[in-house]
């Protein structure tokens, strides 16, 4: 098993840029395929991007693309996101997903495992 924690969320303004962080804890971290979904008010669970142990990855093809790079970090456990020119509309929690079924999916069901989320706050 895996536990995952985000850190890095926060208040910015549009145009600015953020660096989310998922600390996970447990061994063989480099077998997880690791993924950042987010979730906007009165909206369902939506994917942002995918990475594999070995960096092969994943990206959601609209607005999102170009502007948000996931990455990770496997001697320290560490799944990152780094997110420029912020929008508004990239206001929501976002949450750091791991499968250990080598599954890069979009889909929220084939993550087993959760952080809390972070929250991420875009004004305009």
């Known amino acids: 098993q895996v536990q995952l924690v985000e850190y890095g969320g926060g208040w910015v303004q549009t145009g600015a840029s953020l660096r989310l962080s998922c600390l996970a804890s447990?061994?063989?971290?480099?077998?997880?395929?690791m993924a950042w979904f987010r979730q906007a008010p009165g909206k369902e669970r939506e994917f942002v991007s995918a990475i594999t142990g070995w960096h092969s990855k994943l990206e959601n093809e609209d607005s999102m693309k170009g502007r948000f790079t996931i990455s990770r970090d496997n001697a320290k456990n560490t799944l990152f996101l780094l997110m420029n020119s912020l929008k508004p509309e990239d206001t929501a929690v976002y949450y750091c997903?791991?499968?250990?079924?080598?599954?890069?999916?979009?889909?929220?069901?084939?993550?087993?495992?959760w952080g809390q989320g972070t929250q991420v706050t875009v004004s305009s």
């Open positions: 997903a791991a499968n250990d079924k080598n599954s890069v999916t979009l889909a929220p069901d084939a993550y087993d495992y």
């Open positions: 447990g061994n063989n971290f480099n077998k997880y395929v």
